[in-house]
């Protein structure tokens, strides 16, 4: 059973940071696709940043780029979002998702596996 675990989200000030990690109980972790998603309250879901599965392709979105990286550790079946500059919007729950193939995807129906989430409240 794949199980997802998130953790490292918090309450931070505009500008500040954080980093987010996803712990995998995946036997084959080297072989799936991660990706991060968020949802604000009223918001539908959004995809944030999404890593191949050998971690060479990657993909942010357009309102996060230059301020949040997606990495991997394959060794360790742990993806990490880490995430500077903070804005207020940037407030949500944040999710991980892995889908067993190895290219990067933005869109949550391809993703099969999803963690519980984590908050992420950035105050102004």
């Known amino acids: 059973q794949v199980q997802l675990v998130e953790s490292g989200g918090g309450l931070v000030q505009a500008g500040g940071s954080l980093r987010l990690s996803c712990a995998a109980s995946i036997r084959t972790f080297g072989s799936y696709a991660m990706g991060w998603f968020r949802q604000a309250p009223g918001k539908e879901r959004e995809s944030v940043a999404s890593i191949s599965s050998s971690g060479r392709n990657t993909w942010v979105a357009g309102s996060v780029m230059g301020r949040f990286t997606i990495s991997r550790d394959n060794a360790k079946n742990t993806v990490y979002l880490q995430m500077n500059s903070l804005k207020p919007e940037d407030t949500a729950v944040y999710y991980c998702?892995?889908?067993?193939?190895?290219?990067?995807?933005?869109?949550?129906?391809?993703?099969?596996?999803w963690g519980q989430g984590t908050q992420v409240t950035v105050s102004s």
């Open positions: 998702a892995a889908r067993g193939t190895t290219t990067v995807s933005t869109r949550a129906r391809e993703y099969d596996h």
